[in-house]
């Protein structure tokens, strides 16, 4: 499969080299030359497939001939190595939990099936890559337990020094190994300033492969796919229409999920529920995009001021705004509404939520689900990992699961930077 710059100023790629580069030498985003649409059979059968099987029907066409279907069935059977379960809620209401995987968040599936392509790519290449990412917290925890032991590779983590939970914390100190982790004195965004700025360093780039590991890489993105269709299999046999509310901050899972129902996936309706950074519900009212600094809320993994996959969405779309509208609804919560829906769905739906999910719920109750219809939110962390949001809200301590108890009695490793020369330095030297 050949992928394009959405920017349209660089040559095509193959999956290889869009993954390795993630971005595009004119900055754009890649995105699959074509889509083939999966055959009805297929779906009308979906039940008599496995997950795996499922998956690999999903994604070949991505892939194409360049990595051997026996070792792309390994990766899909290692990525899955956890479950997707559905969990009611309310009449009508299911929320799709996300975050059974290593790190409890919906990026584990995406970070364990890249690193697996990287590794195979990368397997008789002598010349080590290194992975460099900026995390506010559940990207840096999912990336350093996907690529832990891949071999070749490197990971390189920047995280804002006292803005990430205990939990996240821990996640991306505690591996050691090929995972380097970096506490930044400043934010987010002074973390992710840094690393734009090495990519674009030739005193670095001249001497280390480096290769990013965010959101918008195509071998995190399209496996997101896999799970919208897991779920109408679970479905199995229910008539209803069926809507998903996705939390949403830079717009990778719903892209996703809109590239699913592309492939003839017959979902009626997405809605985009966001926190206060209303950057898209505010594009579905009036038509203009204004992108803002981001602001910050309990829900905090969506704080994106100005969404990187959201050009891929109109793509999508082919840029047909009032055929984008039809399928895409997307809403905005406070934080207020979100502690509320918390409180109401641990009191009445006996449901610990995670503030994220919350805002998900809050999609579907605005959307007013009726009586034809069946909605779905994404869970798409466990609440563990905001503990100090959650706790508060609901009055109750949240015991840890076994995942995350283990690495909480690791030591922390993490080596201190307060500026960018000293970024340079670590990877020039390490
Ligand atoms: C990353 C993240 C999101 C947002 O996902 P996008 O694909 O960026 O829209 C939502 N919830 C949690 C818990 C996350 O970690």
């Not at 949001?389 to 993490?414: D, F, L, R, W």
Request: hydrophobic residues 40%.
């Amino acid at each position: 499969m050949k992928y394009y710059s959405l920017n349209g100023k660089a040559s095509e790629v193959n999956f290889r080299n869009a993954l390795i580069k993630g971005l595009a030498e004119d900055k754009g985003l890649y995105f699959p030359k074509s889509i083939q649409k999966l055959p009805e059979e297929f779906i009308e059968n979906i039940h008599s497939f496995t997950e795996q099987e499922i998956a690999f029907t999903i994604i070949k066409q991505f892939i194409g001939d360049e990595i051997p279907d026996s070792v792309l069935k390994q990766i899909i059977e290692e990525t899955l190595n956890f479950d997707f379960p559905f969990v009611d809620i309310e009449e009508n209401i299911k929320t799709l939990e996300l975050f059974h995987g290593p790190t409890m968040a919906f990026k584990d599936v995406g970070a364990r099936f890249m690193a697996r392509c990287l590794g195979y790519f990368n397997k008789d290449n002598n010349q080590e890559v290194t992975v460099l990412v900026a995390t506010s917290g559940d990207t840096g925890g999912a990336v350093a337990s996907g690529f832990l032991g891949v071999k070749n590779v490197k990971v390189v983590i920047l995280y804002p020094s006292q803005k990430v939970s205990e939990v996240q914390e821990k996640q991306l100190t505690t591996l050691c190994k090929n995972i380097y982790a970096l506490e930044v004195e400043g934010t987010f965004d002074d973390c992710q300033a840094m690393v734009k700025k090495a990519f674009l360093d030739d005193s670095i780039t001249s001497i280390k492969q480096l290769t990013s590991a965010n959101s918008i890489n195509i071998a995190r993105w399209l496996p997101q796919i896999f799970y919208f269709f897991f779920a109408f299999k679970a479905l199995k046999g229910n008539n209803k229409k069926v809507v998903f509310s996705v939390p949403s901050g830079n717009f990778g899972n719903i892209c996703a999920g809109l590239m699913a129902k592309k492939l003839g996936l017959p979902i009626h309706q997405f809605i985009a529920s966001t926190n206060a950074n209303d950057i898209i519900p505010k594009f579905i009212q009036t038509g203009d995009y204004h992108p803002l600094p981001s602001v910050q809320t309990i829900s905090n993994a969506m704080d994106v001021g100005d969404p990187s996959n959201f050009i891929r969405i109109q793509k999508i779309y082919n840029n047909d705004f009032d055929a984008l509208k039809k399928d895409l609804l997307s809403y905005s919560f406070t934080d207020d509404e979100t502690r509320r829906a918390m409180l109401h769905l641990y009191k009445n739906c006996n449901y610990i939520s995670d503030p994220h999910g919350a805002v998900g719920y809050l999609g579907l109750k605005k959307y007013e689900i009726h009586n034809d219809t069946i909605g779905i939110f994404l869970e798409t962390a466990h609440p563990v990992k905001f503990l100090d949001v959650v706790e508060p809200i609901i009055n109750k301590s949240i015991e840890y699961p076994e995942q995350i108890q283990s690495v909480m009695t690791e030591t922390k490793v993490a080596t201190f930077i307060h500026s960018y020369d000293e970024l340079k330095s670590f990877l020039l030297n390490n």
